[in-house]
T-cell receptor
Framework: DAKTTQPTSMDCAEGRAANLPCNHSTISGNEYVYWYRQIHSQGPQYIIH???NNETNEMASLIITEDRKSSTLILPHATLRDTAVYYC???????????????FGQGTILTVHP | DAGVTQSPTHLIKTRGQHVTLRCSPI?????VSWYQQVLGQGPQFIFQ???????GRGNFPDRFSARQFPNYSSELNVNALLLGDSALYLC???????????FGPGTRLTVT
């Protein structure tokens, strides 16, 4: 599985944009980038995923660099409820070794403060 | 719409005992995956089932087993419990194998 590297922790002021980076330099052409978050003691929550184009939904935006070696998750207006561990995951399409399963790393602890 | 449900919420077992954890997927989802999360770590993949067949297995001993029923619900069984099996066990459902997975709240297992 392609490995991901994320900062251990980040801070963000409430109401400001939170930009969470992720490096995945060994990603292959048939692998997606997924983002999940986990609020303390709850199950992980799906946020967004993408292959090579930028993606946006009601929760966040995902910006993937042209060479696909890194990506950034953007929470446009962070609130206190966005405080969580954010996981960047590389996941394969059918037939790849990472097909199906999600491989979680340590993630980034995002703290949103007033 | 109901999300993924898991039962029980918490349980305490003694070393050597057996445990069964249960999961009901989101309506319409045919795939269920199981993950183990020990304190301070990210979830680790245990199994994935689709249409009642095992489609993936993580690096866990044979003491761990699972099955999926015709209604797509699933059970995770762990035999001969060890102290190290204490963890949050998470179930995730998805429409198919490669679709986004939606997680339940987990079952907190404590082995004493």
């Amino acid at each position: 599985d392609a490995k991901t590297t994320q900062p251990t922790s980040m801070d963000c002021a409430e109401g400001r944009a939170a930009n969470l980076p992720c490096n995945h330099s060994t990603i292959s052409g048939n692998e997606y980038v997924y983002w999940y978050r986990q609020i303390h003691s709850q199950g992980p929550q799906y946020i967004i995923h993408g292959l090579k184009n930028n993606e946006t939904n009601e929760m966040a935006s995902l910006i993937i660099t042209e060479d696909r070696k890194s990506s950034t998750l953007i929470l446009p207006h962070a609130t206190l409820r966005d405080t969580a561990v954010y996981y960047c995951i590389v996941r394969g399409l059918a037939g790849g070794t990472s097909y199906g399963k999600l491989t979680f790393g340590q993630g980034t602890i995002l703290t949103v403060h007033p | 719409d109901a999300g993924v449900t898991q039962s029980p919420t918490h349980l305490i077992k003694t070393r050597g005992q057996h445990v069964t954890l249960r999961c009901s997927p989101i309506s319409g989802h045919k795939s269920v995956s199981w993950y183990q999360q020990v304190l301070g770590q990210g979830p680790q993949f245990i199994f994935q089932y689709y249409e009642k067949e095992e489609r993936g297995r993580g690096n866990f001993p044979d003491r761990f087993s699972a099955r999926q029923f015709p209604n797509y619900s699933s059970e995770l069984n762990v035999n001969a419990l060890l102290l190290g099996d204490s963890a949050l066990y998470l179930c995730a459902s998805s429409f198919g194998i490669s679709y986004e997975q939606y997680f339940g709240p987990g079952t907190r297992l404590t082995v004493t």
